[in-house]
């Protein structure tokens, strides 16, 4: 469901990565934040890693509130349920609804088996096809 302008406004969204010692792996992360910001939907958006990278996720969650969000929706950047997705997630979250009790942290659902992954792993499939042809 797509977000108008005037509900967007108060809410951030903080796209989570584990995070690499490459910044290079990194760098997938900062620009898909930069592709979710300019599709205006949200008033807000920053990146934050679980480890091995800055900015953390505290970091990331103060930025929002910092930019006066409202709700700050936390979506996990990850294909598994994982213990980070699981545990060390839904702990942050709770953290920042204490440490920001006037701004609403809720953790969205990790990327996962989404219908949409299948068409993503039969693109990269049929690169591959493609390449091996030439």
Same mark, same amino acid.
């Given at each position: 469901m797509v977000e108008s302008m005037s509900?967007?406004?108060? %809410?951030?969204?903080?796209?989570?990565?584990?995070?690499?010692r490459r910044d290079e792996a990194n760098q997938d992360?900062? %620009?898909?934040? *930069?592709?979710?910001?300019?599709? /205006?939907?949200? *008033?807000?958006?920053?990146?934050a890693y679980l480890e091995l990278a800055e900015p953390d996720i505290p970091?990331?969650? *103060?930025? /929002?509130?910092?930019?006066?969000?409202?709700?700050?929706l936390m979506?996990?950047?990850f294909l598994s349920a994982g213990v980070?997705?699981?545990?060390d997630l839904e702990e942050f979250r709770n953290e920042f609804s204490q440490a920001y009790p006037?701004?609403?942290f809720q953790l969205c659902e990790?990327?996962?088996l989404h219908p949409l992954m299948l068409e993503i792993v039969?693109?990269?499939?049929?690169?591959?096809?493609d390449q091996s042809t030439k």
């Amino acid at each position: 469901m797509v977000e108008s302008m005037s509900d967007a406004r108060t %809410k951030a969204v903080l796209l989570i990565a584990h995070g690499s010692r490459r910044d290079e792996a990194n760098q997938d992360l900062v %620009k898909l934040a *930069a592709m979710l910001r300019e599709r /205006c939907q949200y *008033a807000v958006v920053e990146h934050a890693y679980l480890e091995l990278a800055e900015p953390d996720i505290p970091a990331g969650a *103060a930025r /929002c509130v910092q930019a006066g969000a409202e709700e700050v929706l936390m979506l996990p950047y990850f294909l598994s349920a994982g213990v980070h997705v699981q545990n060390d997630l839904e702990e942050f979250r709770n953290e920042f609804s204490q440490a920001y009790p006037e701004t609403r942290f809720q953790l969205c659902e990790h990327l996962g088996l989404h219908p949409l992954m299948l068409e993503i792993v039969l693109d990269r499939l049929q690169g591959a096809a493609d390449q091996s042809t030439k």
